[in-house]
């Protein structure tokens, strides 16, 4: 038989573990994986009923950065069931009155079919659904907010309910909301040594004989050129986001034709040239 949620602890470490070691290898250097991962913990513990619980995590900072990648790759692996797949907050935020609030109770709603599990949404730009209560903010868009507050700790609590959500609008978003989630954590551009994975991640038949730091392993010429340039590309994409990177790299494979076997200062100046755009 299925027990009751609140009687034992579902998280499963071993494939969070697993996850991070995975994500560890695109946001090198950045220390948000090992706070969610404790996040996670105290939100899988056995409910205190004399304790009012958290509802969730909240990631925060600058587009592309990969907060909902980190948010559904975690939230799956500690054991969460996603009621539905990962979504923006504008893709249900209707124009139409009461639209929004019945969307969001159809989605909450499916958390009862399964009161014994966890349950989970995972929303990106979730400011858009719960924005600041202030004379600028709509009706329509206010009564949005009250059903996720009655959801998330309100008279409507959905006990086995959570919601990870990403924002670049942090402080746009309601007050009452961001109490519900005690866990907030920025995630940042990568940093040189982030950088330096990313791209030998992207481009490794490209680059040439260079180790993990970019050093070269033989002394050659080609080598040589090879730690050149990949430095050139990590400095290049200072201040770059994960994906303004990725699409970097995408086209620099795209200006390298099929008879060369490494990149040549030719194709850094274009990439140089294509970050400027």
């Known amino acids: 038989p299925q ?19 995975g ?28 304790i009012k619980m958290t509802r969730g995590l909240l990631l925060w900072g600058p587009p592309g950065t990969g907060k909902t990648t980190i948010m559904e790759n975690l939230a799956e692996a500690a054991g969460f069931h996603m009621i539905v797949k990962p979504f923006a907050g504008a893709d249900i935020n209707s124009g139409k009155v009461g639209d929004t ?19 989970c949404l995972v929303i990106d730009e979730i400011d858009a659904l ?22 998330f700790g309100g008279i409507d609590d959905h006990r086995n309910l959570f919601v990870f959500g990403a924002t670049n609008r942090k402080t746009d ?18 940093d040189p040594d982030a950088r330096m994975a990313f791209i030998l991640g992207k481009l490794p038949a490209l680059i040439g004989r260079v180790d993990a730091a970019g050093q070269p392993l033989a002394r050659t010429t080609s080598a040589s050129l090879s730690h050149e340039l990949l430095h050139s590309l990590v ?13 970097l790299c995408a086209k620099v494979s795209q200006d390298i034709d099929g008879n060369r076997q490494r990149m040549t200062r030719s194709v850094v100046d274009k990439a140089r040239k294509r970050a400027r755009e």
């Open 173 to 190: 978003m309601d007050k009452a909301f961001l109490r519900r989630l005690e866990a907030k954590f920025y995630v940042g551009v990568p």
């Open 3 to 21: 027990r009751p949620i609140k009687n034992k602890s579902w998280l499963d470490e071993e494939a969070l573990n697993k996850a991070m070691v």
């Open 101 to 119: 609030e019945k969307i969001l109770g159809a989605l909450t709603d499916r958390s009862h079919q399964l009161t014994w599990a966890p349950c």
């Open 23 to 50: 994500l560890k290898q695109t946001f090198k250097g950045s220390d948000v994986l090992d706070k969610c991962k404790t996040a996670f913990s105290e939100l899988t513990s056995p409910p205190d009923d004399s």
């Open 130 to 151: 719960a924005p600041d209560r202030d004379a600028k903010a709509s009706e329509h868009k206010v009564d949005a907010l009250s059903k996720l507050l009655s959801v």
């Open 235 to 247: 400095n290049l994409t200072t201040n770059f986001s994960g994906a303004n990177i990725e699409k």
